[in-house]
């Protein structure tokens, strides 16, 4: 019998964070500090640090040392992973909400999105910009009301697929493609980039609050299990308490 997969989701709710990132800002390198601080706004910087912050101490606490002892190198995109340590991460975040997804051996990517009004005319302009023919077909085919929602399932499970491979946007997003209905459970379709996948990777919906949604890519096709920690101050991630 196959044993799940488990993957640990932390969900953080910026807005009770934020004024923490003073606190935090001691355990980040100098090139994170100097990062920081080219951000314009303080609201940007502030949501920079605490999620930094918070993403050393969730992989600290799984390595057993210091946040500030954290060493991070990058891939040629800029994804940042761990040279010395079997662990794989990711972090993502938009607007009041960020996602960490952490896994000890498996390879990942995550998105959250925050559902929000279209910049163009409507979900279907905005998607003939960036989605594959099929998907642009399926979000064509739902009901005007359902779009919104249909677009940002999408889009994450698009995004999460990108960050496995620590891609990002660089990778033409027609390339591929994912499931649009929001209500069916999420699902890699079809990849001209790298066919392989379909047999080796798997998409999954995260839970989030309302205005929000979120995926994860995962590259094994073992069930996975999903366990979630909600911070909404740092009271309720005691890890930095003990630092």
């Known amino acids: 019998m196959?044993?799940?997969?488990?993957?640990?989701?932390?969900r953080?709710?910026?807005?009770?964070?934020?004024?923490?990132?003073?606190?935090?800002?001691?355990?980040l390198s100098e090139g994170e500090i100097e990062r920081a601080d080219r951000f314009i706004f303080e609201r940007d910087r502030t949501r920079f640090i605490t999620c930094r912050a918070i993403l050393r101490g969730v992989i600290a606490q799984?390595?057993?040392i210091g946040p500030a002892d954290v060493v991070f190198a990058y891939g040629e995109k800029g994804k940042p992973y761990l040279e010395d340590w079997p662990l794989f991460f990711n972090l993502s975040h938009s607007h009041n909400e960020a996602c960490i997804a952490i896994h000890p051996n498996v390879p990942l990517g995550v998105d959250v999105e925050h559902i929000r009004p279209p910049t163009r005319n409507n979900w279907i302009a905005l998607a003939q910009r960036f989605f594959s023919a099929a998907e642009i077909q399926?979000?064509?085919?739902?009901?005007e009301r359902l779009q919104s929602k249909a677009f940002f399932a999408c889009w994450t499970r698009k995004e999460a697929y990108l960050k496995l491979h620590g891609l990002g946007l660089s990778l033409p997003l027609d390339q591929f493609s994912v499931n649009v209905d929001p209500d069916a459970p999420a699902k890699l379709c079809s990849?001209?980039?790298?066919?392989?996948?379909?047999?080796?990777?798997?998409?999954?919906?995260?839970?989030?609050?309302?205005?929000?949604?979120?995926?994860?890519?995962?590259?094994t096709t073992d069930p996975v299990t999903i366990h979630e920690t909600c911070i909404s101050g740092i009271e309720s991630f005691p890890f930095f308490k003990r630092v």
């Open 138 to 143: 399926a979000l064509s085919d739902m009901p």
């Open 191 to 219: 990849s001209e980039w790298c066919p392989d996948d379909l047999g080796r990777s798997t998409l999954y919906d995260l839970p989030t609050n309302s205005g929000y949604r979120s995926a994860i890519a995962i590259a």
């Open 12 to 27: 953080l709710l910026l807005e009770g964070l934020v004024d923490c990132a003073p606190a935090l800002r001691w355990c």
């Open 62 to 64: 799984n390595l057993n």
């Open 2 to 10: 196959i044993r799940p997969t488990s993957v640990d989701i932390w």
